[in-house]
Every structure is written in structure tokens, then in C-alpha cells.
């Protein structure tokens, strides 16, 4: 019995700008229980899939099925029971979902509460889901407390306290150490099995495929390939209406087919053959020789006995280092070892409990809350794990906007970011109808607009695809030399850290 279907779905957004498709014709069905995931490329359609299933949208063409009822049709009423009660949903943006005046034990138990579960029994399931994703230790801490990594472990708990019949998770792991997600990936897949759960993961990590009883692949807004952990059994080609198939991209090479190709019959099956010139690969240079050695630059930003706290855990202690100008320095650690509390620190968001950080040569412990905010706008960029854009303006008014509270207006100035982050042909294009790479080279330009001499990154490729996220390292090492700026990244990616010309390690 399929607990989910979906039959020949598309999902057409009209936009000032023109229809653009999310999906085309997908079609997909999946068992009772069973646990699949979703990988493809930014922008392959993932996240509508999702937010289809769970109500958030309706589809332009199609049905969309889920335990006998087509969700895009329920009436008011029906849909709210079927949301709190049905599903359980870990959308990528996870900080919607927490109150901020609630504990992270709160915020588990809240959907059970909700329920009319008794105190006793909502807070004790609320302790098992923390301390099996490892926050016992911080359940009575508020998200403002918690690291990107550790909310989105709460979110996770949150979801799932209900034990809902069914799951859907769009990058569950996507601001986590390959330590944690391997924890939270085991998690799931413990959780929806204890309870017979469907599911439906969407990545762009393939670990997550590991926990899956099948992987299907979306590109083009279609189904295109399919496969399950049998690793006898061949992946499997799906083919939709009229025909339409997609060859793997690895096949294609291999084969020498690049525009064209030709199909014939033959006694075993199929067979395609290239027309026209081989495809020509290019090979790729390796760091070490697509890089040249900077020059060392001045020293942009430093930390001396860097002290801080939350509470009586101690987040970082006595820390001192630099950022030279014209460098990429990664920050690397485990979830919660106080990235993004370090990055606060360094944009004066935040102030230690001792020691002090000098940006461009001025002591921001010293000054108060204007004067910091003050030395922001004059020399910090700063992109955070969520962005914060303005789905409804453009790329191009995005940028405007933050160049207009900046107060540094310069004619073009805003053009030209987008356009050394290569989207020089997306800047009128809403940034809603952007892709997820597409929207983190926006928030890295809004930053660079104002020609920081301090750009800080906070996990800048966590919901991005391995090819996005590649591209995007290689940028924040080129805007370092090009700039002289000093670019520091928290991150626990390995495509940035390879291109960093330092990491300070924490935790």
C-alpha cells in the first residue's frame, strides 16, 4: 500500500519576472513505512516536494496523496489536524520553529502539550529525544543559547516527540559536524522504524542515503534515477511520460556523448551512441596549483584572552589570534564548540566575559553598542546562517537595501557585487525564485558591497550541494586576494577548508 503518491505534479511560481517550474511532471509513490531519500542539485525542486506534502503549497497540475487524502484539496479545519497530527516536518529554515522564549526541553514537549499529553509523560519524552541527540545538558537552555547545530538537533526532537506517521525532513543536518549528522541521521532512522514511520529525507549529503530503504534522485523537477542499498541491484533509470528519461551524468562522460546522441535498438536493449564531437574534459587543477601563495597582509582583525560563557559552560577560554588581509581563515570545530559565538564576538554583536577583539585597528570591547554597530557599517561584512533576504525584492534591491542602511550609496556599487559573485544575470530575479546557491552568493554580495575589510561567514555552504558548495569556497578564496579583505568562515565543510590559507581549530 502506498502511504504517499504522487502523480504527474507540477508546480508552476508566477513571478513579475515570468513562471518559473519548481517540478514538472514528477511522479512518485512510497510505501507504508518505508524511509527514502532525496538527493539532487540545488534548485532540483527538493524543498517544493516537501512542502507539498506537507500543505505548505498547492501543486499547479497533479495530485499529491498522503494516507488516502490529496492534501492540496483538504478544507481548512482537516488540514491544520492533518499537519498537527499526522506529520511531523523539519523545514531547513528551523529557527521559525522555536520560540525563543522557550527551553530547548520546552520546545520538544510543546507539541505533545498541545495534545493534552500529561506533564509528566510530554517532559519525559522530551529528555529521551535530547540526550539521544546529546543535549541533556542543555535542555533548559533557550535557542539564543544553543549553537546553529544544537537548534537544529531541537528541531529535529521537536518534530519527531509526536511520533507522527509521517516525516518529512529537508536538510536535517545541514549546520552539523559529519560527527553529529552521523548521530542525528542514526536517530531517524531508529525513531521512524520504532514506530513505522514514512519518510522522506531531503539532502544534498549522501550520508543520508545510508539510513534509507530507497535513494531517488530529482533533477529538472522530475524523478530521474532511482536505487535501493542492494548493492547487486542495478540503480534504476525512471522513465516519465512521452519517453522522457535522464542518463546519468557519469554515463554520458564515459561514453563521449555530449549534445547529441543517437538511439537505436539492438538485440539487448537500447543503445545510445554519441553524435557530433566527443565531450572534452577538462581537467580539474588541483588546489595547490589553481592557487597562488598570498602575500602576507596586514593584520585585519585579533583576539586576546578571548573569554566567554553561557552560564557555567565555558564556550571559549583565553583565545588569542589574528586574520591577516587578503586570506581566507576557516574556524573548524564541532557543533557547539563556539563558531558562530566567535564570529559574534569578532563582529561586535556580542561581548566577551574577558579579553578583547580589535578590528581595524579599534578595540570593539571598549566602545558601546552604537559605536560597535557604528564600526560595523564602516568595515564588517557579515552573512549569517540564515541569510535574513527579502524574498519579494530582487537580488540587485537586496543589495541596494543594505547599502542604503549602510549609508554607503555608491552608483553600481550593488551591480557589481552580484556580478563579481556571478550573477550578473540574476540581479533582476526575485530572490524567492533563486536557488539555494543562487541565494548564498546574494547574501555574500549584499556583504561585499561596501567593500568590508572584515567579510565573516557563518557556515556559508551548510544547505548547499557538493558542485554550489565548491563554487562558493572557491569564491571566498578568490574575494580574499581580489579584495585584500579578510575573509574568516565557520565552517565544517572540507570543500572550504581546502581552500583556506588557514583553519583555527576550536573545541
Not at 29 to 34: L, P
Not at 195 to 204: A, L, N, P
Not at 354 to 369: F, I, K, P, S, Y
Amino acid at each position: 500500500m502506498s502511504a504517499i503518491e504522487l502523480r504527474d505534479v507540477f508546480r508552476v511560481h508566477s513571478t513579475p519576472e515570468g513562471d518559473a517550474a519548481a517540478l514538472q511532471g514528477l511522479s512518485l509513490r512510497i510505501a507504508d513505512g518505508e524511509v527514502i531519500t532525496v538527493l539532487g542539485p540545488s534548485g532540483a525542486g527538493k524543498s517544493t516536494l516537501l512542502r507539498l506534502l506537507a500543505g505548505l503549497e498547492q501543486p499547479s497540475a497533479g495530485t499529491v496523496r498522503v494516507l488516502g487524502d490529496e492534501v492540496g484539496k483538504l478544507p481548512a479545519r482537516r488540514l491544520a489536524s492533518y499537519r498537527a497530527e499526522v506529520l511531523g516536518y523539519v523545514d531547513q529554515h528551523y529557527t521559525r520553529a522555536l520560540a525563543p522564549e522557550l527551553s530547548a526541553r520546552e520546545l520538544v514537549a510543546l507539541q505533545l502539550g498541545l495534545r493534552g499529553t500529561p506533564t509528566a509523560e510530554r517532559l519525559a519524552r522530551a529528555d529521551e529525544l535530547l540526550e539521544r541527540v546529546g543535549l541533556a545538558g542543555k535542555r533548559d537552555r533557550r535557542p539564543g543559547q544553543l549553537s546553529g547545530g544544537e537548534q537544529q538537533r531541537v528541531a529535529l526532537c521537536a518534530a519527531l516527540a509526536h511520533r507522527p506517521k509521517v516525516f518529512l525532513a529537508d536538510e536535517p543536518t545541514g549546520e552539523l559536524d559529519a560527527e553529529s549528522a552521523d548521530r542525528v541521521y542514526e536517530l531517524i532512522g531508529d525513531l521512524v522504524r520504532e514506530h513505522g514511520c514514512t519518510t522522506v529525507i531531503v539532502s544534498h549529503d549522501p550520508e543520508s542515503a545510508r539510513v534509507a530503504d530507497r535513494i531517488v534522485r530529482i533533477r529538472d523537477g522530475r524523478v530521474s534515477e532511482e536505487w535501493t542499498q542492494d548493492e547487486s541491484a542495478p540503480d534504476t533509470i525512471v522513465v516519465g511520460k512521452g519517453g522522457w528519461l535522464r542518463l546519468p551524468e557519469e554515463l554520458l562522460q564515459r561514453a563521449g556523448i555530449a549534445e547529441r546522441a543517437a538511439a537505436t535498438l539492438g538485440e539487448d536493449g537500447i543503445v545510445v551512441t554519441p553524435i557530433g564531437p566527443p565531450r572534452v574534459e577538462i581537467a580539474e587543477r588541483t588546489p595547490e596549483a589553481s592557487r597562488a601563495e598570498p602575500t602576507p597582509g596586514l593584520v585585519v582583525a585579533e583576539t586576546h584572552g578571548l573569554v566567554k560563557h553561557y552560564g557555567s559552560t565555558p564556550v571559549l577560554d583565553g583565545l588569542t589570534t589574528s586574520f591577516d588581509g587578503g586570506r581566507l581563515h576557516v574556524v573548524t570545530g564541532p557543533s557547539g564548540s563556539g563558531k558562530t559565538t566567535f564570529l559574534h564576538l569578532l563582529a561586535g554583536l556580542e561581548l566577551p566575559d574577558a579579553g578583547t577583539v580589535t578590528v581595524a585597528g579599534t578595540e570593539l570591547t571598549a566602545l558601546d553598542r552604537s559605536a560597535r554597530a557604528a564600526v560595523r557599517r564602516a568595515t564588517i561584512g557579515y552573512v549569517g546562517q540564515q541569510a535574513g533576504l527579502v524574498g519579494h525584492l530582487s537580488a540587485l534591491e537586496n543589495v541596494e537595501l543594505a547599502l542604503t542602511l549602510r549609508g554607503a550609496e555608491q552608483p553600481g556599487a550593488a551591480y557589481a557585487a552580484l556580478e563579481s559573485v556571478g550573477l550578473a544575470e540574476r540581479v533582476r530575479q526575485r530572490v524567492s525564485r533563486l536557488s539555494q546557491g543562487e541565494r548564498a552568493r546574494v547574501a555574500l554580495a549584499r556583504a561585499l558591497a561596501s567593500t568590508p575589510r572584515l567579510l565573516l561567514a557563518d557556515e556559508p555552504t551548510s544547505r548547499l550541494d557538493g558542485a554550489n558548495a565548491l563554487a562558493v569556497a572557491h569564491l571566498l578564496a578568490r574575494l580574499a586576494r581580489e579584495t585584500g579583505a579578510a575573509v574568516v568562515c565557520s565552517t565544517h565543510d572540507p570543500l572550504v577548508v581546502e581552500q583556506a590559507d588557514r583553519a583555527l581549530k576550536l573545541g
